[in-house]
Nanobody, 121 residues
Framework: VQLQASGGGLVQAGGSLRLSCAASGRTFTNWAMGWFRQTPGKEREFVAA????????YYADSVKGRFTISRDTTNKMVYLQMENLEPADTAVYYC???????????????WGQGTQVTVSS
């Protein structure tokens, strides 16, 4: 499995960004795709997940109502639309792929390289 994330950058507080993740290497039927993030000195934390088949979504409380995860099954893409960004959202964001939605929340099976998101105040 290969996961290629893109779309990070520098944005002012209150702004928006969309992260993209190109997934390849297998079919993802019954899998869950997601995003984690990490700031220096802290563990990686779950941000959001989406089931491949039905598109059911899950969010961390800290991003609920501001972030939207989606997937394009035809093109094997996963997106994270981030609105009303806050300085606390500054982190390296990682795309993930997991065999189950439970794993997707805790210990994803596969990780992509990170993309930096910086939100200035």
């Amino acid at each position: 499995v290969q996961l290629q994330a893109s779309g990070g950058g520098l944005v002012q507080a209150g702004g928006s960004l969309r992260l993209s993740c190109a997934a390849s290497g297998r079919t993802f039927t019954n899998w869950a795709m997601g995003w984690f993030r990490q700031t220096p000195g802290k563990e990686r934390e779950f941000v959001a997940a989406v089931t491949w088949n039905l598109g059911t979504t899950y969010y961390a409380d800290s991003v609920k109502g501001r972030f939207t995860i989606s997937r394009d099954t035809t093109n094997k893409m996963v997106y994270l639309q981030m609105e009303n960004l806050e300085p606390a959202d500054t982190a390296v964001y990682y795309c993930t792929a997991s065999r189950t939605v439970t794993i997707a929340h805790n210990s994803p099976n596969f990780w992509g390289q990170g993309t930096q998101v910086t939100v200035s105040s």
